[in-house]
């Protein structure tokens, strides 16, 4: 079983739209969990931290389910500019290594 | 805003040349990682290095790899003889024990 799964996409929807990525890992162990966009062929950019409460940051809501082993990521009023592969992260403790996901493709089409 | 800065950002090499990655850390940070990305798969860790030592590698991280901090700002990742299969993005990546900040990467070309 892969250490952190992703539904890879594409997912294609209109600006405006609401969208949702749903992530798993398998290492019930795992402390810390982030989502990084990366843009095609550029590094990963920390977009937000994953708190077991549930956080927003403006149009980005995360959501942690440890029961479930389950992370999620809604996206409001997508904009042009939201399009961009989103990278499911988890770490095991803290400054260890960081496993990514394979990754959501995201198309926002006007 | 401080940044993880890599160079060079496209190296093209033969088969069975050493090459060396270079990269400069955040300066206040005190771990450093080296990440590679095959072009259309993921990011996969590679090495970890705190306190002048490699705290973790993974299994791609074989004998034809090293890494090395050889000043106070620069960290270094090194390829003995490289192979085809090598040619990846290369991305360095350092961190004050909570959120790894990753460098714009190393494309690296094997012919």
């Known amino acids: 079983r892969k250490e952190v799964e992703q539904d890879p996409g594409p997912f294609n929807v209109p600006e405006g739209a609401t969208v949702a990525f749903n992530c798993t890992y398998s290492?019930?162990?795992?402390?810390?969990f982030f989502w990084y966009r990366q843009d095609c062929r550029k590094e990963p950019k920390l977009l937000m931290s994953v708190y077991s409460s549930g956080n927003e940051d403006g149009r980005f809501t995360a959501q942690l389910n440890r029961a479930s082993q389950y992370i999620s990521l809604l996206i409001r009023d997508s904009k042009l500019s939201d399009s961009a592969t989103y990278l499911c992260v988890v770490r095991y403790s803290s400054a260890s290594k960081i496993i990514f996901g394979s990754g959501t493709r995201l198309s926002i089409r006007p | 805003e401080p940044e993880v800065t890599q160079t060079p950002s496209h190296q093209v090499t033969q088969m069975g040349q050493e090459v060396i990655l270079r990269c400069v850390p955040i300066?206040?940070?005190?771990?450093f990682y080296w990440y590679r990305q095959i072009l259309g798969q993921k990011v996969e860790f590679l090495v970890s290095f705190y306190n002048n030592e490699i705290s973790e590698k993974s299994e791609i991280f074989d004998d034809q790899f090293s890494v090395e901090r050889p000043d106070g700002s620069n960290f270094t990742l090194k390829i003995r003889s490289t192979k085809l299969e090598d040619s990846a993005m290369y991305f360095c990546?350092?961190?004050?024990?909570?959120?790894?900040?990753f460098g714009a990467g190393t494309r690296l070309s094997v012919l």
């Open positions: 290492n019930s162990a795992s402390q810390s």
């Open positions: 300066s206040n940070h005190l771990y």
């Open positions: 990546a350092s961190s004050n024990e909570n959120i790894q900040y």
